[in-house]
Structures are given as C-alpha cells and as structure tokens.
C-alpha cells in the first residue's frame, strides 16, 4: 500500500503529494490520518490524502513511521474539500488541512541534538542525554555545538511531537468474592478504621463497583492513601480510564427546560418549505429574513428536530463565542446529550475531546462559531448559519476561507439543505435571493406579536450633558433611571473598549503612538496600560508627555472602561456587568456575564458589539447606544451596511417580551440613511437604497473583489513590489477589470509591516485565477527578500 501524504511545509515546492511506503508493522492506513513522515534529514507530519497500489516514481519510496490517531481525525470529505479551498482562496493546501483540526491536534516540532561519539557524550552539554536546541542560547555553547557538528561528533534530529492527550482517570475495581471481603474485615485490627469503612464500603455497595476514587471518597469517606494500600494489599484493582472534558457540564437542567413553543403562522409557512428538502435530501439553500425577535432560532430548532427524525445529522453556526452559551442552552434543551459544541472558548482538552465525538459519530448536532463548519461530522441532513451577515464568518488570516461558501460546498456534497438566517442579511445574499438563487423566507412579525421597539435618534450635537461629561445624555440618564427604579434592565453599547483612545499633550501637541503600528495607543484604567489593540504592544500610563514632559496631558476619547466608570459615579445605586475583548478573556467568562444578567444580579449590561445580537432577555426594555457613529466613517465600502445591521441587531434586544422596549439612538449624524433607516427597522428600504450606492460604486455584489496585500519592512520595497504587480494584472487582464492602486493601507503599518494594496474588481475575467495563482507562487521568491504578498477572496474588510 502506498500512501499519499501533504506534508506539514507550507510553500509552493510541498504544496504537492510525496508518496510514501505503507510498512506490514504499521497496518491499515485510511485516507484524512495524520502520519509522521521522514523528509529529508527531518520528520515531518502530514496528512494522508490519498491510497494507491503502484506508484510512478521509478526509486525506492520511503517508508511511512507512525500513524499518530487510531481514527483519523479528518473525514474523507474534509480531505476532497481542503484540494477545492485552496484553489479558491489562494493558499497551500497543508495551512488549510491543519486549519481544520483543533489547535491542540497540530503538530508540534522539537530540534534536537544528539551525541554521537564517546567524548561528545562526556561532555557537561549533554548531562540529559539530548540537548532541546530551542533551550540554547549562550554563545560559547552554540559556537561548541558548530564544532561538534563539523567534526560528526553529533546530529540533529526532528521530533514531532503529539499535543493532543487523552484525559484518564483511576478506576477502582474488585479482586475479592463478597465473603472474602467480609472475612477480611473480621479480620481486621480495631485500629485501622480507616480501611474498615472501605471494606464496609466493599461489602454494602458490592455491586456499585467498579468506582473511581471520588465515588469512593464519596461513600467511603477515605483518602487516597488508604485505596492505594487496599491496591497493594491486593483488595482491589486499579486501571486508568478516559475522562470526557465537557464543555456543556456547566449547562444546568434551569438551562435546559423543554419549553414547548406553539409556532404562529409565519415560522409554519417557512418551516413547510424547509422540510420537503429536508426530507427530499436536496442542496437548495434558502434565506430566513427575520425581524429582531420573530422566532428564527425556533425554526432552526425544528428544522434539525426534522433532519434527526430522518436519521441525519445537523450543523449549526452561530457568529461569536458570546452567543453560544445562549443558543447552546436552547439546542442542549431540545436535544440533550446528541449536541456537541466548538469554538475558540473550549481549553485544548474540551476542543480535543468534543472533536474526537464528533468524529466518532457519537453526537448527532454540533453548534459552533467560525471554524465549526469544519467540524468532521458525517451524513449531514441540515447545515445552519445563524446571524449569517456576520463579518466574523471570514477569517481575516491565513487560511482567508468564507464558512458561509464552505457551508455551501459541504451542503452540495451531502446533498442537504442549508438554511442562513438574518433580521439583516448581507446584501450578496439578499441579492442572491432576488435573483432566485437562494430561496427567500420571510418572518415580519415577532413571535409574541409585539411590536418592534420604538427607536428615538438623539443628536448629540443639540444635546445637554451633565457631571463634566459627555457620552451618557441627560435623555439617556433619565430613561435608565425609570427602567432602573421599575426593576427593569439596561443594554448599552459602545462599540470601543478601553478607557481613552489616545493621549494628547495641550503644550506640544505629542500623540502617544505604538512603536510597531502608526495607531495611537488605547487607554486601560484597569490594567494601567497603554495599549495596541492590534499588535499587543503596552507600556505603562505616563503622567507627563513623554516628548516635553510637559504635565498637561489629556487622555481624550472614550470606550467601554470610561463609560462604566461614569454610570458608577452617575447611577451609584445601579449594578453594572461590562462585556468586551477585556471582561471576556478567561474561559467560560462569556457564559458567567450572560448568566449574572439574566438572574437579574446587574441592571445594566454595558459592551462593545458582541451584546449586539441574538441575546434574548426578557426584562430589557432600553437599549442605549452611547455612539452610533464608530464604523461609519471607516474608509470601507459596507460601512454603511455594518452599522445599519449593528444598529438594527441591537434595537432588537429591546422589549422582547411582555414589557414594551425602547431604543436611544445618539449620533453626531442623525441625517445618514443608515441610521434614518435603522431607526424606522425597515431592511428592505436601506437594501434597495444601498443597492443603489454599490452600483454607483461598482462595488459588491455587483462586482466581484480581490485584495492583494503587500507587506515589508520598507515601504519602498511593499510600494516597487505591489506596482509590478499592477503591471503585471494591466498587461494580462482585459478592459472591463478595474484594479485600483497600489495604494497605502488605511493603516499603513501594522506590526512593523508597511502595507500596500491593489483591489481588483471585476464581473468576468478568465485568467485572474491563473494570474493570482502566479502570484501566490511569487510570494514565495520574494520572502527572501523580506517581502510578504496576501490574496483575499471577496474581502469582508478593505483597510
């Protein structure tokens, strides 16, 4: 047998098949196994993509060393989807293959060092036996170690190593018969009472055995040092079995109540088109545009009740760590132990494990954020894209995929529905949908047949403030004091953390700027930092200007940290919970603030947009926006389209159930359509409206994009290598392509990186896939140089 493996090197030279020699020792190797291979003087790991009898290459192959899983972690689907990817988004096939496991699956490679020669072993270097050569940093010891190589006294070697670890835990199991136990306990000195209650233990609950040391510690009432006797003594026998990390073990049965919701006649219209195809196995994808409030996650819920009832599995994406605990909680009630869940907020452990579930075939739903739409889930029936204008939906990084257009190609591939749902879709969609290529469903009313919350639109710049302040209008203070002294709750948000965006010295005029990006740096009260939001640089708050040391400094601006600093010296009485990038880093935060909330232990939940969306709280009846201003101005085409969604998806948190809500809209552009149109919630309007703009603008969805960025750290060398780029697209691609730039990035350095950009925008071009492909390949000369070139597909960000 021979296998075919991509081996973990992303470049342009292994972005190919290397076969390899399948020993008799090693067995049966499957396709998606992650193998450890020799590859030159190293061992890499890899993937198999691929099985064949003979091979064309006319040497000896190599022979594959070890298959690292018992089952392999990627499905044979997941495999065939890596090869079409990385056509379409212009990377190497391994960065995609790898992308798809959990962090703690990937490979991790140690070099090290080993003697060779007898006088090489008796030196003080190697009193381990190896040397780990990442651990070397004296000059003397590498200056030896060159030698040493020189003279084949040692040699490097490559280890890969396996992260990924299986949880165990003491199992403790009988050795004796029931009368054995009894006469030992007869036995038995008077003193060791101890070991008198284990035997007790034995002999009462016999047939409650085997248990692990807790359950025993539990009835028993003993420790660990008088089970592990018992083991010595032969009474019982201990052996290690697996532990499952569950990441839902905090979902109480109080989350998870079976509410039986009667559907109103909207949900039963889309769920009788949904279920036919369903039933049918048809990839037809269709388009749920529903107000804030109007029952979408409800047919989501029967739509997967449906698949499983037709003995298929279900996916499910949600667009922040934020909204899982919330959704999970709704799946978890409606389908208890089939569900698994995967996002960034699981510890290695639980990601490890949860996968290794789901790839067993063990759970029937899985739901999570981005990077779950590579979940190795087998015979899907239902794939669902909750929130699906979602710009977290794109991954900013290498591997720069769309889940909603892997969500597509899995969908063919099984031959099932897929099913976006938005109270905003993304226009792509939207005009997808009015083409008849995606089917539209709507909802129009709220589930509970209450009206959508009224929204006020507040000019700041007529507005009266108080307490030396200026964010928190009086209209705004006084609307949260009545729901606070009506014993309702509060959403506020700001979409900026931190406490001040800069700092601004009045005698020289100083900005304090990131070392490493041309940004200022950010504020933290909390942590005393000044901070970069995008390269992680901080340094300590200065009390005088770093350039004159002039002491008249102001820290101007504002974020999340400064707002609730002012509700706490404003409201003293109110309780306030803050969610942001900062109150959300330690795992299971998400859940505990979401919780806090909803048992009513704050009045006012205060945070950036990751409160925007999909939370459903009944007592909230004011939403606040402190500045609906934050993205509008970004130099991006969909700013537009960005802060409409954001301000209709928050709008809705309010008055979703009984009580009436209202919406507190403050801006310094009352005017925009975007925010006139958010006010009113009519979708429908600003997409025709906005339809509008992208056509003037050959923008998209009436054109498609490609954004080629170039990265150095001259920005001489980015701007010479991104105009022989434009030549080279100029020679090669008609008329109808335009291509704008190079131009500087909107923020033109970044992590000590000056950007340049070309956006290509075009409707047809037949060569473009070739050319970008060229070009990617190119990418790989100029490294060398000190050059970095990254392709976009359809980004979601041009900055």
């Not at 101890?194 to 085997?210: E, H, R």
């Not at 020679?731 to 992590?751: C, D």
Request: net charge positive; glycine share 4%; with cysteine.
């Amino acid at each position: 047998m021979i296998a075919q493996v991509i081996v973990d090197i992303a470049a342009k030279q292994t972005d190919r098949i290397f076969e390899y020699q399948v020993p008799a020792a090693i067995g049966e190797v499957e396709i998606g196994s992650r193998v450890v291979v020799p590859f030159g003087k190293r061992k890499l790991q890899g993937f198999v993509v691929g099985l064949s009898q003979t091979s064309n290459f006319q040497g000896k192959l190599k022979d594959l060393l070890l298959v690292v899983d018992e089952m392999p972690p990627l499905t044979p689907e997941l495999v065939e989807l890596s090869q079409t990817l990385a056509k379409q988004i212009f990377t190497y096939r391994i960065t995609i293959l790898k992308a798809m496991l959990p962090r703690v699956m990937r490979a991790n490679y140690r070099k090290i060092l080993i003697p060779i020669s007898q006088a090489a072993k008796e030196l003080p270097l190697f009193h381990d036996q190896v040397l780990d050569l990442s651990q070397v940093s004296d000059p003397q010891e590498i200056a030896t170690i060159r030698q040493l190589l020189r003279t084949d006294d040692v040699k490097i070697e490559y280890l890969v190593e396996n992260k990924a670890k299986v949880k165990t835990q003491n199992q403790y199991s009988l050795a004796l018969s029931k009368a054995e136990y009894v006469e030992l306990y007869e036995q038995l000195r008077k003193n060791a009472v101890k070991q008198q209650q284990l035997l007790m233990d034995i002999i009462t609950n016999y047939g409650d055995y085997p248990k692990t040391q807790a359950q025993i510690a539990a009835t028993a009432q003993v420790d660990t040092t008088t089970v592990t006797t018992a083991v010595k003594k032969g009474w019982l026998k201990r052996s290690a079995i697996e532990v499952y990390r569950d990441p839902l073990a905090a979902f109480t049965q109080e989350d998870s109540k079976k509410a039986q919701i009667e559907l109103n006649a909207d949900q039963t219209a889309a769920l009788k088109q949904i279920n036919p195809v369903i039933r049918q196995q048809q990839a037809q994808t269709f388009l749920l545009e529903g107000i804030t409030g109007s029952g979408k996650t409800e047919v989501y819920l029967h739509a997967i009740s449906e698949t499983l009832d037709n003995g298929r599995n279900a996916l499910m994406l949600v667009p922040e760590i934020s909204l899982t605990p919330q959704m999970v909680a709704q799946v978890k009630a409606r389908f208890g132990n089939q569900v698994a869940v995967l996002h960034s907020g699981l510890s290695d452990g639980e990601s490890y494990d949860e996968w290794r579930r789901i790839r067993r075939g063990s759970v029937r739903v899985v739901v999570g954020a981005r990077s779950a739409v590579f979940a190795p889930l087998t015979n899907i029936g239902l794939i669902v894209i909750d929130e699906e204008h979602e710009a977290s939906y794109k991954q900013e990084d290498n591997p720069r995929y769309h889940a909603r257009d892997v969500a597509l190609w899995r969908s063919q591939y099984h031959h099932c529905p897929l099913l976006l749902g938005s109270a905003t879709p993304s226009l792509a969609s939207r005009a997808r949908a009015q083409k008849g290529v995606y089917h539209l469903l709507k909802l129009n009313k709220r589930a509970n047949q209450k009206q959508l919350p009224e929204v006020k639109v507040l000019d700041l710049r007529k507005a009266a403030f108080t307490d030396n302040q200026f964010d928190l209008s009086l209209e705004l203070l006084e609307a949260i004091k009545t729901r606070i002294a009506n014993k309702e709750q509060v959403i506020l948000l700001l979409n900026r953390r931190g406490f001040a965006n800069f700092m601004l010295c009045r005698e020289c005029g100083y900005v304090m700027q990131c070392p490493n990006c041309d940004l200022s740096l950010t504020m933290h009260k909390d942590t005393n930092q000044m901070q970069c939001h995008y390269c992680g640089y901080q340094t300590a708050i200065p009390n005088q200007c770093p350039n004159c040391q002039s002491k008249k400094i102001r820290f101007m601006g504002t974020g999340t940290q400064k707002v609730q600093e002012e509700l706490m010296s404003l409201l003293p009485q109110s309780r306030i919970l803050r969610m942001d990038v900062d109150t959300t880093r330690r795992k299971g935060s998400f859940k505990k603030i979401l919780d806090a909330f909803g048992n009513h232990e704050a009045d006012i939940l205060l945070g950036t947009q990751m409160i925007a969306k999909g939370l459903d709280f009944p007592d909230v009846t004011l939403v606040g926006v402190i500045n609906a201003d934050t993205g509008l101005w970004v130099p991006d085409y969909n700013a537009a389209e960005r802060t409409f969604e954001l301000l209709t998806q928050v709008a809705g948190r309010s008055g979703r159930a009984e009580k009436p809500g209202e919406v507190i809209v403050q801006t310094f552009n009352p005017d925009h359509y975007a925010i006139k149109l958010a006010q009113t919630q009519d979708y429908e309007r600003f997409y025709a409206y906005e339809m509008r703009m992208r056509h003037a603008g050959n923008y998209p969805p009436y054109f498609y994009t490609i954004l080629i960025s170039i990265a150095a750290k001259k920005e001489q060398n980015a701007a010479r290598e991104a105009f022989k780029i434009k030549r080279k697209l100029q020679n090669q691609l008609s008329q109808e392509v335009i291509i704008l730039g190079p131009t500087p990035s909107a923020i033109s350095r970044l992590k000590n990186q000056y950007y340049y950009q070309i956006l290509v925008k075009y409707k047809r071009a037949d060569n473009l896939n070739v050319l970008l492909h060229q070009i990617q390949d190119s990418a790989q000369e100029v490294k060398k140089y000190g050059l970095n070139i990254y392709i976009d597909n359809e980004p979601e960000r041009i900055m």
